[in-house]
């Protein structure tokens, strides 16, 4: 008789430890990453007294700061793209070299710089687009010039630490309003 009730007890406690393990486990969630996405962009027109147009962000809001130079925010990013205007006067290879050591003072973080020339023959537009890949303080810069009497310098900064993986989104989309800008320039004769 023992061994019966002793049979049926270890019976009990075995199904009624199978019963109580069939709840799902509860696990912590991982950790989520943010996901930014951005509405299309729409682009307008930016003509005033200097010396070349362009089109531009709608949503970006842009600030001159004097000669020519120009702020273009992006807020909703806290990125900040700069436009520097040079007058060309005899300079251009000073012009050139100086744009050139500005990109590649960021090869120390970067893990690669791409160079992409671009020619507009029609209007007269000749410059370098840098894509600047890894944990730069910028990930997109150009310079553009008639190579007679204008020069623009141009780079994106973000108001975060360099974290490619973080800022890659905000970073791309910046980097084609940038190539927008570099596409649409315009020289006023």
């Not at 007294?49 to 807020?75: L, Q």
């Not at 070299?97 to 791409?114: F, N, S």
Request: hydrophobic share 35%; with cysteine; net charge neutral.
């Amino acid at each position: 008789m023992k061994q019966t009730s002793f049979a049926s007890f270890l019976i009990l406690i075995l199904l009624a430890l199978t019963s109580s393990s069939c709840r799902k486990e509860i696990l912590p969630k991982p950790k989520g990453q943010l996901r930014l996405d951005y509405n299309e962009a729409t682009y307008d027109h930016f003509e005033n007294n200097c010396p070349f147009t362009f089109d531009m962000n709608s949503e970006a809001v842009i600030k001159e700061k004097s000669d020519c130079n120009f702020e273009i925010h992006y807020p909703k990013m806290k990125a900040t793209i700069y436009l520097t205007y040079k007058p060309v006067s005899g300079n251009i290879k000073v012009l050139l070299r100086d744009a050139q050591k500005l990109t590649y003072e960021h090869v120390i973080k970067a893990d690669d710089i791409l160079e992409q020339p671009f020619i507009n023959q029609e209007h007269k537009v000749y410059g370098m687009f840098y894509n600047v890949d890894g944990n730069a303080a910028t990930n997109g810069q150009f310079y553009a010039t008639d190579s007679t009497k204008h020069f623009i310098d141009c780079s994106v900064y973000f108001y975060a630490k360099p974290n490619f993986d973080s800022i890659m989104p905000a970073a791309s989309y910046v980097k084609n309003d940038m190539q927008r800008l570099l596409e649409s320039l315009r020289w006023k004769k």
